[in-house]
């Protein structure tokens, strides 16, 4: 399979694959980081994470549309207005979501896994009636189209850029805000023992219920970045989610580093291999890999010590 | 509660109900379409079954059923589908005897793993064999590292996933998206006409009765109790000297077996298998039906598969809408208020008014019926 190409060439591709697969490593990292915290931190499984970041998708979807239409002057920043109505947005339905359904289930993990599957058909069908099964793709500002000519032979498009410095950027605000701010630590304290953290006066129920949001919220950022890369339908949400839980379980649950770490390392395994084989062997491949190492290693790459 | 009859008295009219409807009702009361459809929610029953056994006593909850489900289905659609292509039907492709989408993808002879499923006895042992392996493989590698509960649930999700991909992607040999179609005959018995899919639908319900007594031998044996005693303390059976992983394994084998058998007579009823019944969705729907039917009862898990499958039919035929409104409800529903299920709204509301109902009347034996006519578990 490599016969075919001469080192120099081999080393473009490896350089452009590298880059769509840091693409998709941003997708991934943002898609697992709301999910690391919801369930590595609250032990809850969200199936309808998908759907909380498509949520994020058709915010920005809208405001690209709004912001056409009333503020063309507007349309080259736009992109940073639907970002932080995005996370208004699905952390706000997040909130809405813990109050009604997850508070009732903490004691129950698989049980959360089978009530957010019915969120998540729920909101898929939302989406069906308001937004149409077509899927819908957003313009980009002039800025971000095209792509950079780093060598003859290597094109880096400008979109990814940005993408990647978002994601960047996110992952610094997430790990500041749950490692220094005061907020952060009450919710590392409710994770560790809530009972202890409850008696020194943390309110417990509003810890969850803001991680909870921060965690869907951030999807919905992951949702918006989205839309630069490709396009968004009602059932585009499913198709990450077993990903992103395979990036999380691999990670280690409980570490966030471990979930960039796999975030990097399987989508980077998966874009190299996507040149050299069909997509869907890549994946197939890649996965195997991802399931055979959890059956050697089920705590995942990077695990707490933890006593049971 | 240990019971020294194989079936206490309200599981005994449980099965009788069950009976009546599946072999008398049922069949003199719908037209063959609808009854194949019955035949149809009933393939899940058996997946419901095995759900039970394995996440109702053995709390493991498996997101891959739909895979054992798709290895049984695909066992027995390669069959048919290679004695549907014997050279006499395909002499107009360019390999004749080959099934027609290898045709299609330019394969020239039967891959290896075809070859066996020439003989029917071999299929029958493979619908078998293949599922439960497969089970004990992942059974063995999981529960020996002590993996359960949340991240056993992801991993057989993603290894349905993985399988989905694979058949997806691997055209020539498993017929892609499309699945296996264009199923004729069994063992050179026509499976098409409406005179066979009755005698399926027979052969199915007997299937199923066998499998509901099979999984309450299980159930009442020593090792039934030992996995209600695992999900409930799993450390204390640990250390009362038992081993728990291979208790584990045997249930998601077990489990893996009901689902391949259902997954196969799938295959006979609707007369072809594809990979849309063996991915994520399709393992969820299954674990749904379960939960809904009540996940601790045997009798639920099949109530459970007819009466969602009915629902999703008749809603979706004319509400197609609401139809997943609906089904996102009943599940969210089910989990936070029941969630055992239809079976524990009737143990725990139902069950006692008809017993008080009957003590009323018979006040001499009043007694003596409440304490038997207690919930089943």
Sequence with gaps: ?308 | MINSRFFNRSELLGFLALAVLLFLILPLSLDIFRLNLVAKYLTYAFVGIGLVLCWGYGGILSLGQGVFFGLGGYCMAMYLKLEASSVANTKIQSTPGIPDFMDWNQLTSLPFFWKPFHSFPVTLLAILVVPAFFALIIGAAMFKRRVGGVYFAIITQAIAAILTILIVGQQGYTGGINGITDLRTLHGWDIRTDHAKFILYFVEVVLLFGCIVAAQFIRLTKLGRILVAMREQEDRVRFSGYSVANFKIFAFCAAAVFAAIGGAMFTLEVGFMSPSFVGIVPSIEMVIYTAVGGRMSIFGAVWGALLVNFAKTSLSESFPQLWLFGLGALFIAVVLAFPNGLSGIWADHIQPRIDRLLASRKSKSAAGLIADGAPAE
């Design chain 1, 1 to 308: 399979m490599f016969g075919d190409y001469s080192i120099s060439d081999l080393g473009a591709i490896l350089a452009m694959q590298g880059f769509a697969g840091l693409i998709l490593f941003s997708v991934y990292v943002l898609m697992a980081l709301g999910l690391a915290i919801i369930f590595g931190q609250m032990g809850v499984i969200n199936m309808a994470h998908g759907e909380f970041m498509i949520l994020g998708a058709y915010v920005t979807w809208m405001t690209s549309n709004a912001v056409q239409h009333v503020a063309p002057w507007l349309f080259p920043g736009y992109f940073f207005i639907a970002m932080i109505l995005a996370f208004i947005a699905s952390g706000a339905l997040g909130m809405l979501v813990e109050w009604v359904l997850i508070r009732h289930l903490y004691k129950r993990p698989l049980d959360t896994l089978l009530a957010t599957w019915g969120l998540s058909l729920i909101l898929q069908q939302a989406y069906r009636s308001i937004f149409g099964a077509r899927e819908v793709g957003v313009e980009l500002p002039e800025w971000m189209m095209g792509s950079w000519q780093a060598t003859d032979s290597i094109q880096i498009p400008i979109n990814g850029m940005f993408v990647m410095g978002l994601t960047i950027l996110i992952t610094i605000v997430v790990f500041y805000i749950l490692f220094w701010s005061s907020w952060g630590k009450q919710v590392r304290a409710v994770v560790q023992n809530r009972v202890m953290a409850g008696a020194v006066g943390i309110n417990t129920e509003k810890v969850d219920r803001y991680t909870f949001g921060l965690g869907c919220g951030i999807a919905g950022i992951a949702g918006s970045a989205f839309t630069m890369i490709g396009s968004t339908g009602p059932t585009a949400g499913q198709l990450y989610i077993v990903d992103t839980f395979l990036v999380v379980v691999f990670g280690g649950a409980a570490s966030l580093f471990g979930t960039i770490a796999s975030a990097f390392s399987i989508s980077q395994t998966q874009s190299t291999l996507e040149f050299f084989l069909s997509g869907s062997m890549a994946k197939v491949i890649t996965l195997l890999t991802i399931v055979a190492i959890l059956m050697v290693r089920p705590q995942g790459l990077f695990a707490l010590k933890v006593r049971k």
